[in-house]
Nanobody
Framework: QLQLVESGGGLVQPGGSLRLSCAAS????????IGWFRQAPGKEREGVSR????????LYAESVKGRFTISRDKAKSTVYLQMNNIDPEDTGVYYC?????????????????WGQGTQVTVSS
């Protein structure tokens, strides 16, 4: 059974940086895409970024392009989300999710397994 565990969230000042991790156990080739999503209070969950496990191709939401970078470490079965120049609008619970479609969009319906989330709060 695939399990995803997020870590690295916390309180950060505007303009600061944070790196989130998503550790996968029980990972199989059936899950070829890992995505990061976030949900702010009172808002719907939105896709942030996706990486294809085998070739590392990436996809970003317009709101985070140029500020966030997704990467993966195959040896550690871990996906990272490096967040730079963080804005208060980035506040929310960040989830990672795995799906079977290699070049998934940022539509949460394409992802099957989800982690429990890690809170990111951006405040001065």
């Amino acid at each position: 059974q695939l399990q995803l565990v997020e870590s690295g969230g916390g309180l950060v000042q505007p303009g600061g940086s944070l790196r989130l991790s998503c550790a996968a156990s029980g990972f199989t080739s059936d899950y070829t895409a890992i995505g990061w999503f976030r949900q702010a209070p009172g808002k719907e969950r939105e896709g942030v970024s996706r990486i294809t496990w085998d070739d590392g191709r990436t996809l970003y939401a317009e709101s985070v392009k140029g500020r966030f970078t997704i990467s993966r470490d195959k040896a550690k079965s871990t996906v990272y989300l490096q967040m730079n120049n963080i804005d208060p609008e980035d506040t929310g619970v960040y989830y990672c999710a795995a799906g079977p479609f290699r070049y998934s969009s940022l539509n949460s319906a394409q992802y099957v397994h989800w982690g429990q989330g890690t809170q990111v709060t951006v405040s001065s």
